[in-house]
């Protein structure tokens, strides 16, 4: 049985939207996971940015075992037009 991790994303663009909550095995690949989120909130996944609660980019290069250690369960999407 593979253990699990819960990520609860939320949409900084859109208040009206709120968030997503997912849940998926330790080692997805952390992209396979934002682009799922992306397309709930009908945002092209190519053009977000996660962050972590604190302000730090996460990258989407992991597994999302890892960035759920590295950063916790609680993380930000934003579209990069509204980055910077």
């Known amino acids: 049985m593979q253990n ?5 994303i939320v949409n900084t663009s859109d208040p009206q ?5 997912i849940s998926v095995p330790e080692e997805a690949p952390f992209a396979a996971c934002v682009k799922y ?4 909130f009908k ?6 940015a996660i962050l972590s609660n604190n302000g730090t980019g996460v990258s989407l290069q992991q597994n999302a075992g890892q960035v759920f ?3 916790g369960a609680e ?7 509204r980055v910077g």
């Open 43 to 48: 945002v092209n996944p190519s053009t977000c």
């Open 4 to 8: 699990k991790v819960t990520f609860k």
């Open 75 to 81: 993380l930000q999407m934003i579209p990069r037009d």
């Open 69 to 71: 250690l590295k950063y």
């Open 37 to 40: 989120v992306a397309e709930e």
């Open 17 to 21: 939207l709120g968030f997503r909550t």
